[in-house]
């Protein structure tokens, strides 16, 4: 008798154990837990995006004293100071410009203002190393200007004083391609500051510049923050320009590095790249939480436009001068060479095989973003909870790194662990969703939030799982954003170019890498081709993000 009571007891307690973890699961939750399968993708995508990052670190820490010492002596500080000052100097410039640029545009008369807010953001679809090509056609050693200045009077100034391989030359390309971050995000917030709080102002004696200084540049620091971070996670991660440039920094260290197969040092150069980049993500919260600046009036009026007046032409010379030098220079010497490749020949059966190629693995990283964000964002969107959040961070792990540490990564794991996938196209894929996940998760997440929780619940009230509710109710409502996402990805994978480099298998090319080493070897007709179809192609996500913004 004893022993069935002992077990019955036993039995409650278990009984009670359980209903206490499940009621404290469901409290994790908020109540409203999601289901297993919808979880385990989540929980499974998290942490596989999350480990190339993992194996980095741990492969930069086992690499010995002796690779640490002799980087730490000979390599890291000199690559340290032409990182750091590179990003430095192109923020900072961009920044004027962006913020110069958006003011023009959105509060002045300046002639045109409706049209250039959309020329203006242009460079964005151009990646550096396409306009890197551009410009060393132009300025370099070999190029247009410098034979128009030997060639005419320009020599009397004695010689061509413009060098293209140097520290000024890659500050210059960074710049131009680089602004329109600043410039989109800015020019949003100018768009929706309230003119009353410049009336009082303006009220109070202060001269339009004051109030510049005063009341619009204080609204205007998130946006410049935003800005700022996007470029300097971008001048840090960047490795097709400042290869095409002949300038070295980490990026270009690290591939180097592992192109002569020395891997412990590429991880310790890794390791020390991945701190830069989250001392500056450190600084960009820490500085937002420090600076916030609301709008509490809620009788919002439109800015007023202000007269140029005599600056008009000044203003318009200096908007047209960044517009030629960022956008029609570009543009004009893509096209030029595409033509003379084009009679030589140059778009030929190799060609449309290295767009095959590119469409190809770019279009399976876009189908692979869009079937995994869509867990991702529903579980954190419609189950929050530490749990859905982390899993969100986890997923924007290889957004916010250098396509080489990604790339590197992956080298780790697939050599080692996946070995009958390594020296296949599908490293490649798969390397594109880890960078570019979070494109199409951003995507997908815009739409869901204007897709109300009722719908969802009323489907669960009929017996749906979680997992149901998501494919036949959700998704219906969200493709559009779904799909925007993917051609989010589709574009960045197109124009990714270190990861390519660094993951294709032999004899597999595609534009990216074609445009990269013929410009390299000065065969100026055969990138051409490839280059102006990539910028052709990266117009999509530009007519997103200006809808966005």
Not at 211 to 220: E, G, H, S, T, Y
């Amino acid at each position: 008798m004893s022993r069935k009571k002992e077990e019955e007891k036993n039995h409650r307690t278990q009984e009670g154990n359980f209903q206490f973890l499940q009621k404290r699961w469901r409290s994790i939750w908020n109540g409203n837990p999601p289901g297993m399968v919808l979880l385990t993708i989540g929980l499974i995508t998290g942490i596989l995006m999350s480990v190339p990052l993992v194996y980095v670190i741990i492969r930069s820490l086992a690499a010995g004293r002796d690779s640490w010492a002799r980087l730490i002596g000979d390599r890291i500080p000199g690559l340290m100071w032409n990182t750091l000052s590179l990003t430095f100097a192109v923020t900072a410039f961009a920044i004027v410009i962006g913020v110069s640029l958006a003011w023009l545009v959105i509060r002045t008369d300046i002639p045109g203002r409706k049209v250039w807010q959309w020329l203006l953001a242009i460079p964005l679809v151009i990646p550096p190393y396409v306009g890197a090509v551009t410009y060393i056609i132009v300025f370099g050693p070999s190029g247009w200007m410098r034979d128009l200045w030997n060639g005419g009077v320009l020599n009397v100034f004695g010689d061509y004083p413009i060098q293209i391989y140097s520290f000024w030359g890659v500050f210059f390309v960074m710049t131009m391609f680089t602004y329109p971050y600043v410039f989109l995000i800015a020019s949003a917030s100018l768009r929706k500051m309230n003119r009353n709080y410049e009336e009082v102002a303006r009220s109070q004696g202060m001269t339009t510049s004051q109030i510049f200084w005063k009341v619009n540049l204080p609204l205007l620091r998130p946006a410049i923050g935003a800005g700022a971070i996007l470029i300097s996670l971008y001048v840090l991660s960047d490795f097709g320009a400042i290869a095409m440039m002949r300038y070295v920094t980490f990026t270009a260290a690290i591939y180097y590095q592992r192109a002569g197969f020395d891997i412990p040092s590429a991880s310790v150069l890794s390791l020390v790249l991945i701190v830069l980049t989250v001392i500056i993500l450190w600084i960009e919260s820490y500085s937002r939480r420090k600076n916030k600046f609301y709008q509490t009036s809620n009788t919002f009026r439109p800015p007023e436009i202000l007269k140029l007046g005599r600056w008009k032409p000044l203003a318009l010379i200096y908007v047209i001068s960044v517009f030629t030098m960022a956008v029609v220079l570009p543009i004009f010497v893509l096209v030029y060479w595409t033509v003379v490749g084009a009679e030589a020949g140059a778009i030929d059966a190799s060609f449309f095989e290295y767009a095959w190629n590119s469409v190809k693995v770019s279009g399976i990283a876009a189908v692979l973003c869009m079937l995994l964000a869509l867990p991702l964002i529903y579980l954190k969107s419609r189950h929050p909870s530490f749990i859905s959040s982390g899993i969100d961070k986890l997923s924007y792990t290889g957004y916010a790194l250098p396509g080489v540490i990604v790339a590197l990564g992956m080298v780790f794991i697939f050599n080692n662990h996946i070995p009958v996938l390594y020296n296949t196209f599908y490293m490649i894929a798969i390397a594109f969703v880890v960078r570019f996940l979070p494109q199409a998760m951003q995507a997908g997440e815009a739409s869901l939030s204007l897709v109300s929780p009722r719908m969802d619940e009323a489907a669960r009230s009929l017996g749906y799982p979680a997992w149901k509710v998501m494919l036949k109710v959700t998704l219906p409502s969200i493709l559009p954003g779904v799909l925007a996402g993917g051609a989010l990805v589709f574009v960045s994978s197109i124009k990714e170019l270190p990861a390519t480099l660094m993951l294709r298998p032999p004899g597999f090319d595609t534009l990216a890498v074609r445009v990269y080493y013929n410009a390299s070897e000065a065969i100026y007709h055969q990138a051409a081709p490839g280059a102006l179809l990539i910028v052709l192609v990266s117009i999509i996500p530009l007519h997103y993000l200006l809808k966005r913004y």
